[in-house]
């Protein structure tokens, strides 16, 4: 018995149907999508995506990080992607606490994370902002890539935008 046998019985059944067989790592529809873990997410139900379509990059609070940056080059010039959606969601926990919350949330616990940056984001629209122009910005990325922010709603499906090329 291990914690982890409803995935793979769960996984048996989708090699039984499994479709995906012929699609390359590259991006059939160009896109990459940076969002957040929030586990409300279907990035790509709700873009009407299938496996195969887009590169998802996602971490708290769908923040562009140097990893996410490191990601979204290899995958403008290795694997097919020509524009970038950021997009983070309403209700998001990160927008909820500040980094030194978390440190005190987590030093109650018995540890120490203040060697950590969180990104967490005290206003959701600036802390987009900011990354979008982080990816516009970056000396690695081509200046006519399309970049497009929007908020998710988790409780409407809705996307919202919030900047469109
Ligand atoms: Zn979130």
Do not use: W
């Amino acid at each position: 018995m291990s914690a982890f046998d409803d995935i793979l019985q769960a996984n048996q059944k989708y090699v039984g149907g499994f479709a995906y067989s012929g699609l390359t790592g590259k991006a059939a529809r160009g896109l990459a999508v940076v969002t957040c873990m929030d586990s409300r997410i279907d990035p790509l139900g709700l873009l009407g995506l299938k496996a195969g379509d887009a590169k998802i990059l996602r971490n708290a609070g769908a923040r562009v990080t140097d990893d996410v940056l490191r990601t979204l080059v290899l995958a403008v010039y290795l694997l097919g992607v020509e524009r970038v959606l950021v997009m983070p969601h309403t209700d998001c926990g990160m927008s909820k606490v500040t980094d030194a919350d978390v440190h005190a949330l987590t030093y109650a616990q018995g540890v120490d994370t203040r060697s950590l940056e969180f990104h967490t984001v005290p206003d959701q629209s600036a802390a987009l902002r900011h990354d979008l122009t982080r990816i516009r910005t970056s000396p690695f990325l081509p200046d006519k890539l399309p970049v497009a922010g929007a908020i998710y709603d988790v409780h409407t499906g809705g996307l919202v935008p919030v900047e469109m090329p």
